[in-house]
């Protein structure tokens, strides 16, 4: 998704913020651009495509800059070209970057233009270019004719404002999206994400939400969301400028696992703010497809038909609207039938994925509400012909084995569970609590990864085993199948998961001393059913692994290990957070026995055949 890059420093900038507008190229964008005040006057270089295209433009017609601002566009408002390509600008040379959503710009379009403003973009940023020039008339500097007129933006905005009449001065304003500020000696520098900005800091100042501050070369002004002067700490950052590389880890798949609450936190930004759901971070039509939907279908190929089966649960209990779930290379062959208003997701990391984008192609001529696509990948096939988008901002996963691409997959399927609740309910008061339980997650991963030590050792009874069941009910069961999957994957041990409710039926045969259980076990509704399942692959002599809340009265004993999870994780939060112990135990697993992590045999990253 988008990305901001800006300076004021003792040094030509321009350098710096194309190697920032390269390092955040991760997040997929459609067109690029800078805009410098160099010798008193405003200079501004666009192109649509790659950064690449914007840097041969600048090799033809060099600039040298002390000030400067740059972005990478994904298209919300407008389609990709251009002139809706950052930065905009408005009279007497002020220039603006904007990630967000402005969920108001349509009225402040009607009154610009009643003040006569004159649109050379479809975007919604362009009116805060125009909004903040018609207040320096009467707040002649910048910095407060850009707090008047965030008070007035409904949405999600990272700004970064500049202007020729204000030449060593950039000013910044943060509600919902990340801002952070570099410090180095010869000057200030700004980002929308730490990586950007590494090559030259490693000091960074992370605005608040209701934060606006102006940064000059000499120092950093910051006021809070009521005006107050505020001091935000300065913080070293551990990232290095090798970051994209696998760095201090010895596996790319590592590195990604521990990712996660990064990913995560990417993934929900500028899509919620203030408690609710931006539902235009979706695509512009979103609102208008979630209040008709009455059924949705999903479709998915290996983790990410994972993840759409733990979706399946949270839209029927959350949403009340009947979902079905299919594997892609099933539900071409099957004929389905399409209900009434139904809508069609489809889940990928790569976005082209063969069986996934021919289940797309069919359904778009099947009658379906509408199409949408969750995937790490803007550029893909599944994005551009999809109807609704929701990209899930995971960074490059190289790992063939998916992890921190699993995880964003179940964030942006949880912001559609909001997005499709709100129209059912109308109930403000539930939709902040969901978005507050959502908005916790990356907090929990982080205290869920310190189990790594713990899953090292764990992984030591696993090595010389051959195969392993997983165990989970409700929501968890996915998850169970996913913890399997990962532990086939890379250390070759033949895994199967079930319902816990279906040992029973078939797969309790198989338990004895050599096969060990492994069972995410919440403090849920299910919880003491669930006990009982186990109870009766103890009495077989099986060897069981439980991932537990500390409240589920599991306690470890002979032929049983609990591993003791974060307390009180929420039924929303659950699914990512249950995932992560088994990432890390099938990768130490891994390591034990010798294989390839990072490309397991005879599979490939993105499967683009049938």
Known sequence: MCGIVGAVADRNVVPVLMEGLRRLEYRGYDSAGLAVVTNGALRRQRRMGKVAELQAALDREPIDA????????????GAPSEHNAHPHVSHDGLAIVHNGIIENHEALRAELKSLGYRFTSETDTECIAHRIHHHLKTHPKLFDAVRATVAELEGAYALAVMSQANPDVIVLARCGCPVVVGHTPDGNYVASDVSALLPVTRQFMFLEEGDVAEITRGGIHVVDRDGHPVTRPLQLSELSADAAEKGQYPHFMLKEIHEQPRAVAQTLEERVANGRLLEQAFGPDASDVFKRVEAVQIVACGTSYHAGAVARYLIEQVCRLPCHV???????YRNPVVPKNTLFVTISQSGETADTLAALRLAKQSGYLSTLAICNVPESSLVRESGLVMLTRAGPEIGVASTKAFTTQIAALTMLVIGLAKHRTADAERERGLVTRLIEIPGLIEKTLVLDPAMKKLAERFADKHHALFLGRGVLHPVAMEGALKLKEISYIHAEAYPAGELKHGPLALVDADMP????????????????NLMEVRARGGELYVFADPDSGFESSEGVTVIQMPKHVTYLQAPIIYTIPMQLLAYHVAILRGTDVDQPRNLAKSVTVE
């Open 517 to 532: 259980v492994i069972t995410v076990a919440p403090n849920n509704d299910l919880l003491e059913k669930l006990k009982s």
């Open 66 to 77: 002390p000030v400067g601002i740059a972005h990478t566009r994904w298209a919300t408002h």
């Open 326 to 332: 299919d594997i892609a290379s099933e539900y071409r």
